[in-house]
């Protein structure tokens, strides 16, 4: 890797993490407050609500959003993001369905207020596919102050909104109103920021049919993989406790993934989006790949390790200080996943490698067995009435050592490449 390239990485990653940074502040500024207006079965309320608004916006756009970093030609990508914008709008429509099972939706999770909110899946749907692509976009151009400064905006309003409309005594309702605006905003403004550098809707069919076949992996086996990986870390994996060991434990379960997740996130997506970016242009050329690899995992172990260590060692008194007594097992929540979290960072970085080598079938047949081995750890512990913290422990181990294994299998079908 030439001395130009590992600058403008650092760089580039610099400026991704400094603005995230700001944005990053901000809940965790708001943590305590947000904490102590709302209770855990609310908080769990609006998770499920999410999973399954996750679960249809990661392939609402037949994940052809990915697919804009990828061709060479302007006029290609231009083809690719109208292609990602008319899928996300067909498919943010079919949602509107839900409103007619909106009881049955809320008595799978026995959650019966869920129902008040399903009239929001549409909506929310659409707006984390066009987040994605607008942001892919916005990448491709190498434009990574309009990212910066979108996530900040999201950060901003998001969890102001929770506060403001939670001292309002809006309850659940506000978690909802303050999740759409955070997203609704940065959408609106990298639209505005990039609209005259494209048409909005290329209309030609052939050009938007010749870039369906040329990357149609991604409906057809990339959009699988997303959704399998949703579907079984968020969907069923919430489902699950919340069916089994209640709304209460799930807040708890949930809010120790949003506060501890969150600052790794920050780092995570600035460094695996560079990864992405500045790999895929090396396919072939496998010694600078495996440099820009071992790069990226580096600098994720630099904040993780530390983190997961300070967790281990102090994440229950520090849940309870930070967000009040009732949070307290989110701490020993977290104390249990570090492991598990620190490898799944390490791991999620470079997770694109399968995608840019075309090893995603066997991408998928592996995330299925460790979703299996994972979600199964699950299903016996309500068989025999295992409690949580128990399960946990088991559910921890397991995906460590998944986690390892595409670590090692990545580095493998980097090697692997022909010169």
Same mark, same amino acid.
């Given at each position: 890797?030439?001395?130009?390239?590992?600058?403008?990485?650092?760089?580039?990653?610099?400026?991704?993490?400094?603005?995230?940074?700001?944005?990053?502040?901000?809940?965790?500024?708001?943590?305590?407050?947000?904490?102590?207006?709302?209770?855990?079965?609310?908080?769990?309320?609006?998770?499920?609500?999410?999973?399954?608004?996750?679960?249809?916006?990661?392939?609402?756009?037949?994940?052809?959003? &990915?697919? /804009? %970093?990828? @061709?060479?030609?302007?006029?290609?990508? #231009?083809?690719?993001? *109208?292609?990602?914008?008319? =899928? $996300?709008?067909?498919?943010?429509?079919?949602?509107?369905?839900?409103?007619?099972?909106?009881?049955?939706?809320?008595?799978?999770?026995?959650?019966?207020?869920?129902?008040?909110?399903?009239?929001?899946?549409?909506?929310?749907?659409?707006?984390?596919?066009?987040?994605?692509?607008?942001?892919?976009?916005?990448?491709?151009?190498?434009?990574?102050?309009?990212?910066?400064?979108?996530?900040?905006?999201?950060?901003?309003?998001?969890?102001?909104?929770?506060?403001?409309?939670?001292?309002?005594?809006?309850?659940?309702?506000?978690?909802?109103?303050?999740?759409? &605006?955070? /997203? %609704?905003? @940065?959408?609106?403004?990298?639209?505005? #920021?990039?609209?005259? *550098?494209?048409?909005?809707? =290329? $209309?030609?069919?052939?050009?938007?049919?010749?870039?369906?076949?040329?990357?149609?992996?991604?409906?057809?086996?990339?959009?699988?993989?997303?959704?399998?990986?949703?579907?079984?870390?968020?969907?069923?994996?919430?489902?699950?406790?919340?069916?089994?060991?209640?709304?209460?434990?799930?807040?708890?379960?949930?809010?120790?993934?949003?506060?501890?997740?969150?600052?790794?996130?920050?780092?995570?997506?600035?460094?695996?989006?560079?990864?992405?970016?500045?790999?895929?242009?090396?396919?072939?050329?496998?010694?600078?790949?495996?440099?820009?690899?071992?790069?990226?995992?580096?600098?994720?172990?630099?904040?993780?390790?530390?983190?997961?260590?300070?967790?281990?060692?102090?994440?229950?008194?520090?849940?309870?200080?930070?967000?009040?007594?009732?949070?307290?097992?989110?701490?020993?929540?977290?104390?249990?996943?570090?492991?598990?979290?620190?490898?799944?960072?390490?791991?999620?970085?470079?997770?694109?490698?399968?995608?840019?080598?075309?090893?995603?079938?066997?991408?998928?047949?592996?995330?299925?067995?460790?979703?299996?081995?994972?979600?199964?750890?699950?299903?016996?512990?309500?068989?025999?009435?295992?409690?949580?913290?128990?399960?946990?422990?088991?559910?921890?181990?397991?995906?460590?050592?998944?986690?390892?294994?595409?670590?090692?299998?990545?580095?493998?079908?980097?090697?692997?490449?022909?010169?």
């Amino acid at each position: 890797m030439s001395k130009d390239n590992s600058g403008s990485f650092v760089k580039n990653f610099l400026i991704l993490f400094t603005g995230n940074s700001i944005g990053q502040v901000v809940p965790f500024i708001l943590a305590p407050i947000i904490a102590r207006l709302y209770q855990p079965e609310q908080i769990a309320i609006q998770e499920n609500f999410l999973a399954m608004a996750s679960l249809i916006g990661i392939i609402a756009a037949g994940r052809y959003d &990915l697919a /804009i %970093l990828l @061709p060479e030609k302007e006029e290609d990508a #231009k083809s690719v993001f *109208s292609l990602s914008a008319y =899928i $996300t709008i067909g498919i943010s429509a079919l949602c509107l369905v839900t409103l007619f099972f909106s009881d049955a939706i809320a008595r799978f999770y026995q959650t019966p207020m869920l129902a008040d909110f399903i009239a929001y899946l549409a909506p929310s749907v659409f707006l984390i596919s066009a987040l994605s692509i607008l942001s892919q976009w916005i990448l491709r151009r190498k434009l990574y102050a309009v990212i910066t400064s979108s996530r900040i905006m999201q950060s901003l309003v998001q969890n102001g909104a929770y506060v403001v409309l939670g001292y309002l005594g809006w309850g659940v309702q506000g978690l909802f109103f303050g999740w759409i &605006l955070g /997203i %609704l905003i @940065p959408v609106v403004w990298m639209f505005l #920021k990039e609209m005259k *550098s494209f048409k909005p809707f =290329i $209309t030609n069919k052939q050009a938007l049919s010749a870039m369906a076949k040329e990357h149609k992996d991604f409906p057809t086996v990339n959009a699988i993989h997303a959704f399998t990986d949703i579907l079984a870390t968020q969907f069923l994996l919430y489902w699950l406790i919340t069916r089994n060991h209640g709304a209460l434990v799930l807040g708890l379960f949930a809010v120790m993934n949003r506060y501890l997740r969150a600052p790794l996130n920050l780092v995570g997506s600035a460094v695996g989006q560079l990864y992405f970016r500045e790999a895929s242009a090396l396919i072939g050329r496998k010694d600078e790949q495996i440099h820009i690899f071992y790069r990226s995992i580096k600098i994720i172990s630099l904040f993780v390790i530390p983190a997961m260590v300070v967790v281990v060692i102090m994440g229950p008194s520090i849940f309870e200080w930070y967000l009040g007594s009732d949070w307290r097992d989110s701490g020993v929540f977290a104390r249990i996943m570090a492991p598990a979290i620190l490898f799944n960072f390490l791991a999620s970085v470079v997770s694109t490698t399968p995608l840019m080598l075309k090893e995603q079938k066997t991408a998928y047949i592996v995330s299925i067995i460790g979703y299996v081995l994972s979600l199964g750890t699950l299903l016996i512990g309500a068989m025999f009435n295992t409690s949580f913290e128990e399960v946990l422990y088991v559910y921890s181990a397991v995906l460590s050592i998944y986690y390892l294994f595409l670590l090692v299998w990545y580095r493998n079908i980097i090697l692997k490449q022909a010169v």
